[in-house]
Protein backbone atom coordinates (compact mmCIF):
# COMPACT_ATOMS: atom_id res chain seq x y z
CA UNK A 1 0.00 0.00 0.00
CA UNK A 2 1.44 3.65 -0.86
CA UNK A 3 2.70 5.46 2.16
CA UNK A 4 3.73 8.68 2.60
CA UNK A 5 7.56 8.38 4.27
CA UNK A 6 9.35 10.79 6.15
CA UNK A 7 13.38 11.76 7.04
CA UNK A 8 15.15 11.56 9.33
CA UNK A 9 12.70 9.64 11.99
CA UNK A 10 14.37 11.75 15.14
CA UNK A 11 16.54 14.83 14.52
CA UNK A 12 18.31 16.33 17.73
CA UNK A 13 19.24 20.19 16.84
CA UNK A 14 21.10 23.09 18.99
CA UNK A 15 18.48 26.09 19.26
CA UNK A 16 19.36 28.57 16.78
CA UNK A 17 19.95 26.02 13.93
CA UNK A 18 18.57 25.50 10.66
CA UNK A 19 16.81 22.20 9.99
CA UNK A 20 15.20 20.54 6.89
CA UNK A 21 12.42 17.79 7.39
CA UNK A 22 11.88 15.37 4.09
CA UNK A 23 8.85 13.79 2.99
CA UNK A 24 8.04 12.21 -0.03
CA UNK A 25 4.36 12.26 -0.93
CA UNK A 26 1.84 9.48 -1.90
CA UNK A 27 3.15 9.24 -6.47
CA UNK A 28 -0.13 10.20 -7.27
CA UNK A 29 -1.17 12.62 -4.92
CA UNK A 30 -1.33 16.26 -5.84
CA UNK A 31 -1.82 18.29 -2.00
CA UNK A 32 0.58 18.35 0.62
CA UNK A 33 0.67 19.35 4.02
CA UNK A 34 2.95 19.80 7.07
CA UNK A 35 1.14 19.28 11.11
CA UNK A 36 2.74 18.85 13.75
CA UNK A 37 2.27 17.65 17.20
CA UNK A 38 3.54 18.56 20.57
CA UNK A 39 4.22 15.58 22.89
CA UNK A 40 0.96 15.60 24.98
CA UNK A 41 -1.33 18.04 22.70
CA UNK A 42 -3.26 18.15 19.79
CA UNK A 43 -2.13 17.39 15.84
CA UNK A 44 -2.08 20.71 14.29
CA UNK A 45 -2.07 22.27 10.97
CA UNK A 46 1.25 24.43 9.47
CA UNK A 47 1.15 24.66 5.94
CA UNK A 48 -0.61 23.58 2.79
CA UNK A 49 0.79 23.07 -0.68
CA UNK A 50 -0.68 22.72 -4.10
CA UNK A 51 0.70 23.47 -7.24
CA UNK A 52 4.26 24.42 -6.12
CA UNK A 53 2.83 26.88 -3.60
CA UNK A 54 1.40 27.61 0.04
CA UNK A 55 -2.26 27.51 -0.46
CA UNK A 56 -3.51 27.55 3.83
CA UNK A 57 -1.10 28.12 6.34
CA UNK A 58 -1.77 28.61 10.17
CA UNK A 59 -0.13 31.31 12.72
CA UNK A 60 1.94 28.69 13.56
CA UNK A 61 3.59 28.99 9.80
CA UNK A 62 5.56 32.29 10.42
CA UNK A 63 8.50 33.16 8.79
CA UNK A 64 10.87 30.95 10.45
CA UNK A 65 9.48 28.57 8.54
CA UNK A 66 9.47 27.57 5.01
CA UNK A 67 8.17 24.80 2.16
CA UNK A 68 9.60 23.75 -0.97
CA UNK A 69 9.11 21.05 -3.22
CA UNK A 70 12.45 20.95 -5.00
CA UNK A 71 12.01 18.00 -7.34
CA UNK A 72 9.13 15.96 -8.31
CA UNK A 73 9.19 13.77 -5.84
CA UNK A 74 10.47 15.45 -2.19
CA UNK A 75 8.43 17.97 -0.15
CA UNK A 76 10.53 19.77 2.54
CA UNK A 77 9.54 21.47 5.73
CA UNK A 78 12.44 23.90 6.62
CA UNK A 79 12.83 25.41 10.08
CA UNK A 80 15.25 28.50 9.60
CA UNK A 81 16.20 29.10 13.04
CA UNK A 82 14.87 26.89 15.98
CA UNK A 83 13.81 27.47 19.05
CA UNK A 84 12.87 25.36 22.39
CA UNK A 85 9.11 25.43 21.48
CA UNK A 86 9.60 23.97 18.22
CA UNK A 87 10.74 20.90 19.90
CA UNK A 88 7.41 18.29 18.18
CA UNK A 89 6.51 15.37 16.24
CA UNK A 90 6.15 16.71 12.59
CA UNK A 91 4.14 15.19 10.45
CA UNK A 92 3.99 15.07 6.75
CA UNK A 93 1.12 14.21 4.78
CA UNK A 94 -0.63 14.43 1.46
CA UNK A 95 -4.16 13.45 -0.20
CA UNK A 96 -4.68 13.13 -3.99
CA UNK A 97 -7.42 15.68 -4.19
CA UNK A 98 -8.91 18.60 -2.00
CA UNK A 99 -11.59 16.66 -0.07
CA UNK A 100 -9.73 13.17 -0.29
CA UNK A 101 -8.79 11.28 2.58
CA UNK A 102 -5.44 12.55 3.48
CA UNK A 103 -2.85 10.17 4.78
CA UNK A 104 -0.10 10.90 7.47
CA UNK A 105 3.68 9.70 6.94
CA UNK A 106 4.96 8.17 10.56
CA UNK A 107 6.58 11.54 11.55
CA UNK A 108 9.78 12.87 12.42
CA UNK A 109 10.37 13.91 16.12
CA UNK A 110 12.46 17.16 16.65
CA UNK A 111 14.46 17.99 19.49
CA UNK A 112 15.81 21.19 20.04
CA UNK A 113 18.26 21.73 22.93
CA UNK B 1 1.07 30.80 30.97
CA UNK B 2 2.68 27.46 31.06
CA UNK B 3 1.80 25.27 28.85
CA UNK B 4 0.09 22.20 29.91
CA UNK B 5 -0.26 18.52 28.76
CA UNK B 6 -3.63 17.76 27.07
CA UNK B 7 -5.46 15.19 29.84
CA UNK B 8 -6.71 12.50 26.81
CA UNK B 9 -9.88 11.26 28.53
CA UNK B 10 -9.55 7.59 28.40
CA UNK B 11 -12.19 4.61 27.43
CA UNK B 12 -11.54 1.56 28.78
CA UNK B 13 -13.11 -1.61 26.80
CA UNK B 14 -12.99 -5.35 27.79
CA UNK B 15 -11.52 -7.45 24.63
CA UNK B 16 -14.62 -8.67 22.63
CA UNK B 17 -17.10 -5.29 23.27
CA UNK B 18 -18.21 -3.28 21.09
CA UNK B 19 -16.50 0.56 21.63
CA UNK B 20 -18.32 3.63 20.89
CA UNK B 21 -15.68 6.68 20.81
CA UNK B 22 -17.34 10.51 20.75
CA UNK B 23 -16.38 13.81 18.95
CA UNK B 24 -18.11 17.02 19.50
CA UNK B 25 -16.79 19.30 16.44
CA UNK B 26 -16.93 22.92 16.42
CA UNK B 27 -17.90 24.45 13.12
CA UNK B 28 -21.16 24.52 11.31
CA UNK B 29 -19.33 24.74 8.25
CA UNK B 30 -17.77 21.38 8.10
CA UNK B 31 -18.08 19.08 5.45
CA UNK B 32 -16.74 16.65 5.94
CA UNK B 33 -15.10 14.22 8.96
CA UNK B 34 -12.43 12.29 9.62
CA UNK B 35 -11.82 9.33 12.91
CA UNK B 36 -7.51 8.40 13.17
CA UNK B 37 -5.88 6.15 14.83
CA UNK B 38 -2.89 7.29 16.72
CA UNK B 39 -0.65 4.54 18.09
CA UNK B 40 2.25 6.03 20.22
CA UNK B 41 5.30 7.54 18.40
CA UNK B 42 3.49 6.82 15.15
CA UNK B 43 1.62 9.18 12.69
CA UNK B 44 -2.12 8.90 12.41
CA UNK B 45 -3.76 6.61 10.61
CA UNK B 46 -7.02 6.68 8.65
CA UNK B 47 -9.61 5.23 9.50
CA UNK B 48 -12.85 5.98 8.28
CA UNK B 49 -14.55 9.47 7.00
CA UNK B 50 -18.16 11.04 6.53
CA UNK B 51 -19.37 13.82 4.46
CA UNK B 52 -21.95 16.12 5.53
CA UNK B 53 -24.72 14.93 3.03
CA UNK B 54 -24.65 11.64 4.85
CA UNK B 55 -25.36 10.75 8.66
CA UNK B 56 -23.77 6.91 8.76
CA UNK B 57 -21.13 5.33 7.54
CA UNK B 58 -19.81 1.35 7.97
CA UNK B 59 -16.41 0.18 7.33
CA UNK B 60 -14.65 -3.11 8.19
CA UNK B 61 -15.65 -3.32 12.03
CA UNK B 62 -16.14 0.42 12.24
CA UNK B 63 -18.92 2.47 11.70
CA UNK B 64 -18.76 6.30 12.20
CA UNK B 65 -22.15 8.76 12.81
CA UNK B 66 -22.48 12.28 12.27
CA UNK B 67 -25.18 14.20 14.18
CA UNK B 68 -24.98 18.07 12.42
CA UNK B 69 -27.97 19.33 14.34
CA UNK B 70 -25.80 18.92 18.06
CA UNK B 71 -22.49 18.86 16.23
CA UNK B 72 -21.51 15.40 17.32
CA UNK B 73 -19.26 12.21 15.68
CA UNK B 74 -18.68 8.83 17.01
CA UNK B 75 -16.96 6.37 16.26
CA UNK B 76 -18.19 2.48 16.77
CA UNK B 77 -15.91 -0.06 16.83
CA UNK B 78 -17.15 -3.84 16.83
CA UNK B 79 -15.78 -6.40 18.74
CA UNK B 80 -13.07 -4.50 20.10
CA UNK B 81 -9.46 -6.16 19.68
CA UNK B 82 -6.04 -5.55 21.64
CA UNK B 83 -4.27 -4.02 18.76
CA UNK B 84 -7.31 -1.55 18.82
CA UNK B 85 -5.72 0.00 21.78
CA UNK B 86 -4.39 3.79 20.64
CA UNK B 87 -5.74 7.70 20.70
CA UNK B 88 -8.15 7.87 18.56
CA UNK B 89 -8.94 11.70 17.26
CA UNK B 90 -11.50 12.96 14.70
CA UNK B 91 -11.40 16.16 12.64
CA UNK B 92 -12.74 17.95 10.42
CA UNK B 93 -12.76 19.68 7.29
CA UNK B 94 -13.82 22.81 5.49
CA UNK B 95 -13.12 23.16 2.05
CA UNK B 96 -11.74 26.58 1.66
CA UNK B 97 -9.77 27.99 -1.74
CA UNK B 98 -7.54 25.04 -2.61
CA UNK B 99 -7.03 23.91 0.74
CA UNK B 100 -7.98 21.06 2.76
CA UNK B 101 -7.08 22.15 6.29
CA UNK B 102 -7.69 19.80 9.10
CA UNK B 103 -8.81 20.47 12.59
CA UNK B 104 -8.28 17.82 15.03
CA UNK B 105 -10.13 16.99 18.14
CA UNK B 106 -8.18 16.07 21.25
CA UNK B 107 -8.38 12.89 21.26
CA UNK B 108 -10.11 10.24 23.11
CA UNK B 109 -7.32 6.94 24.77
CA UNK B 110 -8.63 3.44 24.28
CA UNK B 111 -7.63 0.48 26.19
CA UNK B 112 -8.52 -2.87 25.89
CA UNK B 113 -8.69 -5.09 28.88
CA UNK B 114 -7.63 -9.08 27.41
Redesign the interface.
Known amino acids: EPE?TQTPSHQVTQMGQEVILRCVPISNHL?F?W?RQ????????LV?F??NEI??K?EIFDDQFSVERPDGSNFTLKIRSTKLEDSAMY?CAS?EE??N???????S?LTVV | GESVGLHLPTLSVQEGDNSIINCAYSNSASDYFIWYKQESGKGPQFIIDIRSNMDKRQGQRVTVLLNKTVKHLSLQIAATQPGDSAVYFCAENIYENAGNMLTFGGGTRLMVKP
Open positions: VYYYILGQKVEFSYNSESFSVGTIYFGEGW
